[in-house]
């Protein structure tokens, strides 16, 4: 199997770079944000739990996220591996990623690390938003949501690059020259 974790602030590409790595390696996307949004869309309990972080800006509780993961997880035994999209977001869920991937005989293999500069961030999700009409795509919750990736999530760079797997993407330009920086370091995995 290849395990994935595609890491960057909010707007750095992550769900376009995860769509390619699936396309490409023929991975299983398991991305946390479309996963809640989904629970949301339904109205489901989980879903109206998981909203009255998420309109806030705040991040969805690390055990409501690891419990969802773990029964996916446990019911894609027979691919050939996961990009994980959103998650881990906070060094708890990496030590917790790493103990459920365990269980399946498995590790995280790379950590693709995309690096953008706020004000690009702050650009692209605000013309994502009036593009979709995602709600959470609002100056007011993307200054929330990256001051929260800046206190909680970055410092899981400094965990994965200390196991020697975070892979520093500049992600800024084409998406295919983006991926073309990614695929340099994945092929060095699978061959």
């Known amino acids: 199997m290849l395990n994935i974790v595609i890491f960057g602030a909010p707007g750095s590409g992550k769900g376009t770079q995860s769509a390619k790595l699936v396309e490409k390696y023929g991975l299983k996307h398991l991305s946390t944000g479309e996963i809640l949004r989904d629970e949301i869309k339904a109205g489901t309990e989980l879903g109206r739990l998981a909203d009255t972080y998420m309109s806030r800006g705040e991040l969805v509780p690390d055990e409501l996220v690891i419990d969802i993961l773990e029964g996916l997880i446990g019911k894609n035994g027979h691919?050939?591996?996961?990009?994980?999209?959103?998650?881990?977001?906070?060094?708890?869920?990496?030590?917790?990623?790493?103990?459920?991937?365990?269980?399946?005989?498995?590790?995280?293999?790379?950590?693709?690390?995309?690096?953008?500069?706020?004000?690009?961030?702050?650009?692209?999700?605000?013309?994502?938003?009036?593009?979709s009409g995602r709600k959470d795509d609002n100056r007011e919750t993307i200054e929330s949501r990256?001051?929260?990736?800046?206190?909680?999530?970055?410092?899981?760079?400094?965990?994965?690059?200390?196991?020697?797997?975070?892979?520093?993407?500049?992600?800024?330009?084409?998406?295919?020259?983006?991926?073309?920086?990614?695929?340099?370091?994945?092929?060095?995995l699978v061959k």
């Open 79 to 131: 691919i050939k591996g996961f990009v994980f999209d959103g998650f881990p977001r906070t060094l708890a869920q990496g030590e917790a990623l790493g103990k459920m991937l365990q269980k399946h005989g498995e590790d995280v293999h790379a950590v693709v690390n995309l690096e953008v500069d706020e004000k690009e961030l702050i650009d692209r999700l605000l013309k994502r938003g009036e593009i």
């Open 146 to 188: 990256l001051k929260v990736y800046h206190t909680q999530t970055a410092p899981l760079k400094e965990f994965y690059r200390a196991r020697g797997i975070l892979k520093k993407i500049e992600g800024v330009g084409s998406v295919d020259e983006i991926f073309r920086s990614i695929e340099k370091e994945i092929d060095t």
